[in-house]
Every structure is written in C-alpha cells, then in structure tokens.
C-alpha cells in the first residue's frame, strides 16, 4: 500500500535533520562529559581517563553537526 502524498510524516519532512541534531548533540556533550568527570568505578583494563586529542575532535565533530542540522532547521 503506498501512501498518499499528502500523507503526515513523523516530525516532517525535516526527520534527518532532527536526527542529525540528536545525534550531533550527544556526541558533543557526552565527550565533552568524558573530560570534565570522567566516571569514578573504573574496573581492570579502564584507561585513568579518555584520550584527549580523540575526545576533543569527536566533541567538535559532534558540535559542528548539531550547529549545522539546527541551522537547517531555523532555515527552512
């Protein structure tokens, strides 16, 4: 059965931007955690804390992502 074309979508037409902003977000805010309090129960083989060259660029590499979908959003 296919949809009609005026059909309602989940969260528009603009679901991979939403996506994308989602996912930006995390990866920036959770790297950007990782740094700031890396967690206190570490068990055998846990690195003392995350690697801060990889962090930093996954942080900024997430950031750049949630600023790019939120200015697709704001745009259209």
């Known amino acids: 059965m296919l949809l009609a074309d ?7 037409q603009d679901l ?8 930006g ?3 920036a805010v959770g790297n950007v955690l990782a740094l ?3 967690p206190e129960g ?3 083989g846990d690195l003392a804390s995350a690697p801060l060259a990889r ?4 942080a900024a590499l ?3 992502a949630a600023v790019w979908a939120l200015a697709s959003l704001l745009v259209d």
């Open 55 to 58: 962090t930093v660029a996954m």
């Open 6 to 12: 005026d059909a309602p979508l989940f969260l528009g």
């Open 62 to 64: 997430g950031a750049v």
């Open 16 to 23: 991979l931007a939403w996506l994308v902003l989602a996912l």
């Open 42 to 44: 570490r068990s055998e």
């Open 25 to 27: 977000g995390a990866l």
């Open 36 to 38: 700031v309090r890396p």
